[in-house]
């Protein structure tokens, strides 16, 4: 079974443009400030969810595993 993901982002520089909810769709959000934040990271691969991170510009992105709280990105 997939481990648990957990995402956040750092709404001090995330820029809004989407990039990561294009490529992780379920995962990720925008708010009502135009701000990505978490909606289901269980809907999307953990695959997805790194490859979502590693493409946020300004690396505003955090990944962890829920249950053992290792960081997986950065
Ligand atoms: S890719 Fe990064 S800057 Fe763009 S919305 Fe997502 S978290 Fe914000």
Same mark, same amino acid.
């Given at each position: 079974?997939?481990?648990?993901i957990?995402?956040?982002?750092?709404?001090d %520089?995330?820029? !809004?443009?989407a990039?990561? %909810? *294009?490529?992780a769709?379920?995962?990720? @959000?925008?708010?009502e400030e135009r701000?990505?934040?978490s909606?289901?990271? +269980? !809907?999307?691969t953990e695959e997805? %969810?790194? @490859?979502?991170? @590693?493409?946020c /510009?300004v690396?505003? %992105? *955090?990944v962890? +595993?829920? +249950?053992? !709280? @290792?960081?997986?990105? /950065?």
């Open positions: 079974m997939a481990r648990k957990s995402v956040s982002v750092d709404h %520089i995330c820029v !809004g443009n990039m990561c %909810i *294009t490529i769709t379920k995962a990720f @959000e925008l708010n701000q990505a934040v909606a289901n990271p +269980d !809907g999307d997805l %969810i790194l @490859e979502a991170a @590693e493409n /510009p690396a505003a %992105i *955090t962890t +595993d829920a +249950d053992s !709280g @290792e960081q997986l990105f /950065p």
